[in-house]
Nanobody, 124 residues
């Protein structure tokens, strides 16, 4: 089974930046769409960004567009999420997800493989 491990979360001040990483093992990511989701306490898991297997298609949730950038490096079997201009509303556990032959659609029910999550806190 594909395994995903997130890293890079932590505490950042409002307006700051973080870069999250998602390292995959078990198979190569060439045929996997990748996505980032997040879940705050008391809220549903929501999509953040997705990228197709070779990076040709990228989509962002409205709250992420213009501030966050998703990328991938298949040679390193990794995906990334650069987050800028962070606000307290961005605080959540961020999850990496993958789907073989997946479409770049930000609905959590469409994704089969998940990491354990990395927490992001935004506070002064």
């Amino acid at each position: 089974q594909l395994q995903l491990v997130e890293s890079g979360g932590g505490l950042v001040q409002p307006g700051g930046s973080l870069k999250l990483s998602c390292a995959a093992s078990g198979t190569t990511l060439d045929n996997y769409a990748m996505a980032w989701f997040r879940q705050a306490p008391g809220k549903e898991r929501e999509g953040v960004a997705c990228i197709s297997g070779h990076g040709a298609t990228i989509d962002y949730a409205e709250h992420a567009r213009g501030r966050f950038t998703i990328s991938r490096n298949n040679a390193k079997n990794s995906a990334y999420l650069q987050m800028n201009s962070l606000e307290p509303e961005d605080a959540a556990i961020y999850y990496c997800a993958a789907e073989v032959f997946g479409q770049c659609i930000l609905s959590h029910t469409l994704w089969s493989s998940w990491g354990q999550g990395t927490p992001v806190s935004v506070s002064s």
